[in-house]
């Protein structure tokens, strides 16, 4: 069987068993991604101390995501537009669509380069960074940005491929990467004696790396998505008109967890260590809610490009069924084992205490969250990003600032701050299931 026959599958195969297919690459390929992020966090926090872990996974790590997740966000345009013309087998458009894609990324990716080595200190001092902390942040910081162009041509790249069906590719890139990056920490950290600064240079090293062979894949290609780089305005516009609420949305999300960030800063560098130890086991069901997004994106996007509606719906019920039973079961196994989990990351007794009441706090919740990411998912697959972007800016990010600012003030306690996730996931998940309904 070709590639063009496998990608057929998506709109014409059975669908519970193409969704798998597709979702389980994706989702190993976020593990791995996690993997990948979660190293430099053990090496540093292990073997240099919790200040570097504050460093590195704290106010750093929040900076850097609003910053790549506008971009990724706005990129997401080119996904939803690169699998409606797949989908619909409009070769030109889909070839225009990945030379513009990919084009937006290497100007992107130097222009983020040049605002985040300039404003790095300057942002971390804004979000209350502890003196002990903000020094290797700021180092931390600066090195990563250094590599931004290596980190968002991986990232799409890789969504060029997943959205005309190829998810094993990116898998097999992030595995050497992640590999990479581990043997490079190691080897920076322990053997060189680099601290953080050994942590950010293994990192941009290796997202080199897994940026080269996502364009070599690409360019390798007899398909309409070979790649070439120039842009092409109207497919630009396109990819902007698309994108732009999702990268306001991403953008939301990251501001809104900074002003989380902020807030858990004032309780300490302990409590910064044990908030950074439980986001690194936290983004496990991240990345199984965000393998399930992407999935149904694109099977929104190519079965919609070809005008299979009733595919669109019963795949998002497929989906949301899939992504329900995961989160129950993720919460049983963290819930259980969270505490021993923990002891990869620290032996310090009281970010460990701290750490797994978060996790206790936090994880019965995740299943109130499915609803956001499946339907957001699939209506952005459409092409409508604008409601998806009102809905979970206001649902997510709006209410949990409310929150901080009227609640934390008259409970300065650490649970006011942890309330205002499940909160807002429920409501949020409301809101898109009336939205998805009606």
Known sequence: MNEKEKVNQITEGVIWKQLLLFFFPIVFGTFFQQIYNTADTIVVGRFVGKQALAAV???????????????VGLSS???????????????????????????MGIAGGLLLTVIGMLLAPTMLKMMDTPDDVLEPAVTYLRIYFAGMVFNLLYNIGSSILRAIGDSRRP??????????????????????????????????LSQAISALLV?????????????????????????????????????????????????INTFGTDTMAAWTAYGKIDSVFWMLMSAFGISITTF?????????????KKSVRISLAMALGSSMLLSAILLLLGQYIFLLFTD??????????ILRTLVPFYATYVLVEVLSGAIRGTGESLRPMLISGFGICVLRIVWITCFLGADSHLNMVLYS???SWAFTSLLFLIYYLR
């Open 171 to 204: 898998l097999y890139i992030l595995i050497v990467c992640t590999l990479t990056n581990l043997v490079l920490d190691l080897a920076f950290v322990l053997l060189f004696h680099m601290g953080v600064a050994g942590a950010g240079l293994a990192t941009i």
């Open 57 to 71: 996974g704290g106010s750093a790590s929040q900076i850097a995501n609003l910053i790549v997740g506008f971009f």
């Open 348 to 357: 310090d007794g009281n970010v460990l205490e701290l750490g797994v009441h």
């Open 215 to 263: 364009l070599y894949f690409l360019s390798r290609s007899n398909e309409c998505y070979k790649l070439t780089v120039r842009f092409h305005s109207d497919i630009l516009r396109h990819i902007i008109k698309i994108g732009l609420p999702a990268g306001i949305q991403s953008s939301m999300f990251c501001i809104s967890n900074i002003i989380i960030q902020s807030t």
């Open 77 to 103: 345009g080119a996904t939803v537009i690169i699998s409606q013309f797949y989908g619909a087998r409009k070769e030109k458009p889909t070839e225009d669509s990945v030379h513009t894609a990919v084009a």
């Open 421 to 423: 996730y499940p909160i």
């Open 300 to 312: 929104s996007g190519q079965n919609f490009g070809c005008g299979k509606l009733d595919r669109v």
